[in-house]
């Protein structure tokens, strides 16, 4: 999402901000290749659209650019049952993260029995530290003919985490302890409260009103819904469709998603791209085309800095662009000079391909030269040093202890 300047484009007349300020906002798509890490799609939607309502247009610009055989990463933003048969039903290979009140995952997390530290069917895995194990849904859907179609590549991959487990329980409990306190003062001070307030910041708790004056007259702790938090804290779940993966290597693919997250955060500071400067459709539409290119450039810098050595040289693709930036060209009286490649600066054109200009000083001319010469007066020779005809040797004469006169 990102907030706009101008008031009368068509994406943001509709748009409403998440930042809270005064001003109108797009949604944004980057579709990622999964081999190369490049952006090959990119396209804005008003931000009252949301996520999967844009999965339609998506899936259409994609078939009609002309990509076939598409494995799509899909967030909880896209988890729908309609995107899911929409999916399933084009034929599209799936890794989806879905949420636990899903019905497939919260039937299969409810039949789960209780344990202690980690549930009895589910495999630890020292890599990942976490458990996991799949589940097989046997799932059937009416298509577009009014056909029954049954599901077979449809897999549940589900995860426990016991250390988020912990910190959800802990949050749950603050959380109930702190509405507890709110609704006692809120009591005691008979102040009249509205109910869809009452909804949202009292969750946990069933409060009565009185019709009448709208003070609470009761409240009491929601035990199902605090059981069922419980129940499922730990948990989370990823759904694939058409792909032959485990569950190991399909949270490692999901994981891939990281660096797209990646890509946005450095679009939206090294790039200066966090707002829409500009208010006709034409400048958008150009500064969008200016933005896309960068995005190429950057996602072939990541590429480049983690398939090299580089990786181990630069903690980040940012420090090559840190390393980089002292060089300097220089034009003056009809000459060009350009600042020596030195250090890292010529592993960095090796990588990449790149030739060092012609008379810039390299790393290794550097290494051909004679050391520097230390700072002060250079020592005498000491073959010449007062040396004489009846000394040749330059021998100081002794005096009677054998020491030299002062």
């Known amino acids: 999402s990102r907030s706009a300047f101008g008031n009368s484009l068509a994406d943001i007349y509709w748009g409403k901000n998440k930042e809270n300020i005064k001003l109108e906002q797009t949604n944004e798509v980057v579709v990622y290749s999964l081999s190369t890490y490049m952006p090959v799609y990119y396209r804005t939607f008003p931000s009252n659209m949301a996520d999967n309502c844009s999965l339609d247009t998506i899936l259409s ?64 895995n020292s890599e990942l530290e976490i458990y996991y194990k799949q589940y097989d849904i046997d799932y059937r859907y009416i298509d577009n003919i009014d056909h029954q179609k049954h599901i077979t590549r449809l897999v549940v991959n589900l995860y426990f985490d016991p250390i988020r487990r912990c910190n959800e329980i802990m949050a749950l409990d603050q959380s ?27 969750f946990y708790f069933k409060v009565v009103l009185d019709p009448e004056k709208n003070v609470i007259v009761s409240f009491k702790l929601n035990e199902n819904k605090v059981n069922k938090c419980r129940k499922h804290s730990g948990f989370f779940s990823i759904i694939t469709h058409g792909v032959d993966f485990d569950a190991k290597k399909t949270l490692q693919t999901y994981r891939i998603r990281d660096e797209q997250e990646k890509n946005f955060q450095q679009m939206k500071d090294q790039m200066v791209a966090d707002r829409q400067q500009n208010w006709s459709e034409d400048g958008k539409t150009g500064r969008l085309f200016i933005l896309f290119v960068t995005l190429i450039m950057g996602s072939y810098l990541r590429h480049i800095w983690k398939s090299t050595e580089l990786k181990n040289k630069f903690s980040s693709s940012l420090e090559i662009l840190d390393e980089m930036r002292s060089i300097r060209c220089i034009e003056h009286g009809g000459k060009i000079r350009i600042s020596p490649f030195i250090g890292a600066q010529v592993n960095i054109c090796e990588e990449f391909g790149f030739s060092i200009p012609e008379g810039c000083c390299s790393l290794k001319n550097y290494s051909n030269q004679k050391p520097k010469r230390k700072r002060g007066r250079p020592p005498k020779d000491k073959s010449q ?17 054998g020491r030299p006169p002062r």
């Open 385 to 401: 040093a007062g040396s004489s005809p009846d000394n040749p040797q330059g021998q100081k004469p002794k005096g009677k202890l």
């Open 176 to 202: 109930i302890q702190n509405q507890k306190n709110e609704l006692d003062n809120l009591f005691r001070k008979k102040s009249a409260m509205n109910q869809d307030t009452l909804k949202r910041d009292f």
């Open 61 to 124: 610009d994609l078939k009609f650019a002309g990509f076939k055989d598409l494995m799509f990463i899909t967030d909880c933003g896209y988890e729908t049952i309609s995107n899911l048969e929409k999916m399933i039903n084009s034929d599209y290979s799936l890794i989806m993260f879905a949420k636990i009140g899903q019905k497939e995952v919260a039937k299969i997390i409810n039949d789960i029995q209780e344990f202690g530290i980690s549930p009895e069917e589910m495999v630890i």
